[in-house]
């Protein structure tokens, strides 16, 4: 199944699964090969427009406590039925105002053969105190990488889109 196909079954499934009361608009939807990831927009509490930073990202915290405590249960439920459907593990997160969380997130494991200047670079990110570990520091790499090249990342996905595209239209493809 292409992975397009797969992500808009997903978010069909969602759409007629998630009660409509949880969230404003459709929910932002990330699938790899190991998770899916559903953050969805909640209402920012009401607040006069003189208060302060700290006290705006203080409610926008609390009201994301509270979805979640709220929300527990069916979110349970709802993941452990699309973890079933999709063989992957689901969590779940919430944007509130300017407030983005995401609650409970897969870490997996990467294995990688790193040669001495590449694990040298990780080192120097852990002497320096910039993370815990060799795994945080590459995870550190990765994001930074991601940031700054992504729109070359997204052409490569869009290209990989195309590919499979092509892929089912060929020879080999059934017939309707």
Known sequence: ????????????????????????????????????????????????????????????????????????????????????????????????????????SLSAPVMTRLRQPERQVLDTLVDAGVARSRSDALGWCVKLVAQHSESWLADLRDAMTKVEDVRRAGPDAATD
């Open 1 to 104: 199944m292409s992975t397009q196909n797969e992500s808009e079954r997903v978010r069909g499934w969602l759409t007629g699964r998630l009660p409509a009361e949880w969230f404003e608009g459709e929910p932002e939807l990330s699938i790899d090969r190991d998770e899916i990831l559903i953050v969805g927009r909640i209402a920012a509490p009401e607040q006069s427009d003189d208060v302060s930073a700290a006290e705006r990202s203080a409610a926008e915290e609390g009201r994301i406590k509270q979805y979640r405590e709220d929300t527990r249960e069916r979110r349970i439920e709802i993941a452990r039925e699309l973890e079933h459907a999709t063989r992957r593990k689901v969590a779940w997160g919430v944007r509130c105002g300017e407030t983005r969380t995401v609650f409970t």
